[in-house]
Each structure stands twice: as structure tokens, then as C-alpha cells.
């Protein structure tokens, strides 16, 4: 990303500032200028990821890096839209080495620490109540209260959870496909990358009518979903996020 030379880059009509790119590893080592690529991902089915893709020239790999059975953290912010975000990470494993006589080329992957708390700690365990209150007792057990869960909607459907000793991330992937709200629409359990680490609980009632983010010129941006109706044999369907209205 250091050798993009614009110094803002649009898409969509949102604005990121590229000169604000800084990424940093462990407690502060900054790598900005090792970086030739990065890709962070999100989406309403699970947690923000991404890989960065290194060119290594002051052999920090082998310094630095490799000498470490730890999961190194790294942490990736800029300005979009005014607003700065920052997302941490764990790098996750290094794939593509290709060593040259003078320097290496890797890419690392990035898994959110909520995922990998998430994946790693296993419940054997009953919980009761209703889904939104079950996945929340879940998360704050497994990721500590530090953790920000944010819980949008409430959840209708309730019940007796027994977890078969799994891992926590598949046991609140069971509750969030049970859930539903009032209006007997599904759960979505996400990470978006301009929340600073948040992860959020809501329905797709909720997300079809809220607005997600104010733009720079003021307007707000809204996400429109078809959701059927009352009385539509259909009605379990959760449809499609595909319009964007602003």
C-alpha cells in the first residue's frame, strides 16, 4: 500500500485516505513501509478478516518474526470517510514464502482475536433464556468482559441450550441460525472494519432499516432489504442485501 501514490483513494463514493495507512506489530513495531499489499474483509456472516502481503528486506522475518510460537498481533488503521478506524489482529500463519538472495516475500493472515478466542475455547456447558441473552453469556465467558458485543436486537425465541462440548464460535453459530426476532426474521452475528473491534448482534429486520453510516457530505447511507410480509407462505426467507440507497 506504500507505493500508492495517490493520497486519497475513492470507491463507491467514499473517500479513504491512503497516506493515513500505518500498520504496526507487537507493541508498536511499525511495518507500513515492509507492506506492498493488504486486504481486510468483512461481511454479515461472521468476523473481519485479511492478509498483508510483505516485502521483507531487512530480513524481519527471520529477526523478528520467525523466532516467536506466538501469535503475533498486528494492528491496521486509517482515516475513511473522516473517520478513523483501527482493527487489531492476530497474524495467523505466513503462506507464498519466496526467498530471494536479498530479500523474502510472505503474506500474513489475519484473524480477528474475537474469532480466535471464539475458535479456541470450548464449552461443555447448558445456558438458558433467549438467544440474544444466550449469545451474549457466551461471548462475554469466552472473550472476557473487555470484549464489545453490542446487541442490537432482541431475540423472541428462547429456550435450553446443552453444548455438546464444542467450540464456543460453532455453539453461538448454532443459537444465531435459531434466532428470530419479532418480526420472525434470522440473526446475523458480525464485525465490521470501521467499529474499532465491535461486534454486533442484530436482526434483519433491524439491519433493513437501519442506517449504518453518515456520509462526509452529510447524508446518511441506508441498506434496503426485501423482507416478506405477514402471511407470505414465505415467510422464514430471509432475503437479500443487494440495493444500497443513499
Request: proline fraction near 3%; hydrophobic fraction near 35%.
Given at each position: 500500500c506504500n507505493k500508492i501514490s495517490t493520497a486519497f483513494y475513492?470507491?463507491?463514493?467514499?473517500?479513504?485516505?491512503?497516506?493515513?495507512?500505518?500498520?504496526?506489530?507487537?507493541?508498536?513495531?511499525?511495518?507500513?513501509?515492509?507492506?506492498?499489499?493488504?486486504?481486510?474483509?468483512?461481511?454479515?456472516?461472521?468476523?473481519?478478516?485479511?492478509?498483508?502481503?510483505?516485502?521483507?528486506?531487512?530480513n524481519f522475518y527471520d529477526e523478528v518474526f520467525g523466532i516467536l510460537d506466538d501469535l503475533w498481533t498486528i494492528q491496521i488503521s486509517f482515516v475513511y470517510e473522516e473517520k478513523e478506524c483501527t482493527n487489531d489482529f492476530f497474524i495467523n500463519g505466513v503462506h507464498n514464502m519466496k526467498i530471494k538472495?536479498?530479500?523474502k516475500e510472505y503474506v500474513m493472515n489475519l484473524i480477528s482475536p474475537v474469532e480466535?478466542?471464539?475458535?479456541?475455547?470450548?464449552?461443555?456447558?447448558?445456558?438458558?433464556?433467549?438467544?440474544?441473552?444466550?449469545?451474549?453469556?457466551?461471548?462475554?465467558?469466552?472473550?472476557?468482559?473487555a470484549s464489545k458485543l453490542i446487541i442490537n436486537t432482541p431475540a423472541i425465541s428462547k429456550g435450553k441450550y446443552i453444548v455438546p462440548n464444542i467450540s464456543a464460535r460453532q455453539a453461538i453459530a448454532n443459537v444465531v441460525n435459531a434466532a428470530i426476532d419479532a418480526d420472525n426474521t434470522g440473526f446475523y452475528f458480525f464485525q465490521r472494519l470501521f467499529e474499532d473491534g465491535v461486534t454486533r448482534l442484530m436482526s434483519l429486520r433491524f439491519m433493513a432499516t437501519n442506517f449504518f453510516l453518515r456520509a462526509s457530505d452529510g447524508n446518511k447511507i441506508k441498506?434496503?432489504?426485501?423482507?416478506?410480509?405477514?402471511?407470505?407462505?414465505?415467510?422464514n426467507n430471509q432475503g437479500s442485501c443487494n440495493t444500497f440507497i443513499q
Open positions: 475513492k470507491s463507491n463514493g467514499f473517500i479513504m485516505n491512503v497516506e493515513s495507512l500505518k500498520v504496526t506489530v507487537m507493541d508498536g513495531i511499525d511495518i507500513t513501509n515492509l507492506c506492498t499489499n493488504i486486504t481486510l474483509f468483512e461481511s454479515i456472516n461472521g468476523y473481519v478478516k485479511g492478509s498483508v502481503q510483505v516485502l521483507d528486506g531487512i538472495k536479498s530479500e480466535q478466542a471464539l475458535k479456541l475455547y470450548k464449552l461443555n456447558e447448558v445456558y438458558s433464556g433467549t438467544s440474544h441473552e444466550i449469545v451474549g453469556n457466551i461471548f462475554t465467558e469466552c472473550t472476557g468482559p441498506i434496503y432489504n426485501y423482507i416478506p410480509k405477514a402471511g407470505n407462505p414465505h415467510i
